[in-house]
């Protein structure tokens, strides 16, 4: 990849395709529970629909054009105005590894700041080792129970960030 042209940017409507790709690839490869995930969620297949809102945004990593991973942020369901949501934030295997992941999950963070979120929370797996790691190095802190309404009933671990 070091000859690659890497670029993080906001998604397109044409990146939708390779995006839900790299999502359902990423499940399969982590033998993850695949109902009670972001491998179901409606949005999946139209994540530049999905993320179209007021202080809502989803960011892309292509190499050479072609979609890696991605991750993006929204004001979380059901729970105060001043929470947001880092969500589906998934790289592809050829991807992880190379700091791309915590360039973007930096980016999200800024981002949730610039809109004027004072916490950032998210949900994942417990299998999701890598992932977790970088979220307590950034600061995110255990909570005991989810917060808002997700609707992602597998994701066992929930993390909350003063920003």
């Known amino acids: 990849m070091s000859n690659s042209t890497i670029e993080i940017r906001e998604i397109q409507p044409e990146d939708n395709k390779q995006m839900e790709a790299v999502i359902r690839e990423v499940f399969i490869e982590y033998n993850l529970p695949l109902v009670g ?16 809102g007021d202080k809502e945004v989803y960011f892309v990593v292509t190499v050479d054009g072609k979609v890696e991973g991605g991750g993006g942020l929204k004001p979380l369901n059901n729970a105060q105005n001043e929470v947001c949501e880092i969500q589906k934030m998934y790289f592809s295997n050829r991807l992880r590894g190379k700091g791309y992941g915590k360039k973007l999950f930096l980016k999200c963070l800024e981002t949730a700041k610039s809109y004027g979120f004072k916490n950032a929370y998210l949900e994942t797996i417990p299998e999701l080792k890598e992932a977790i790691h970088i979220y307590e190095t950034n600061g995110f802190k255990f ?21």
């Open 143 to 163: 909570l005991d129970v989810p917060l808002g309404d997700t609707g992602h009933f597998n994701c066992g671990v929930w993390m909350l960030k003063d920003l």
């Open 37 to 52: 995930t972001a491998y179901a969620d409606a949005e999946t297949p139209k994540m530049f629909e999905s993320y179209a």
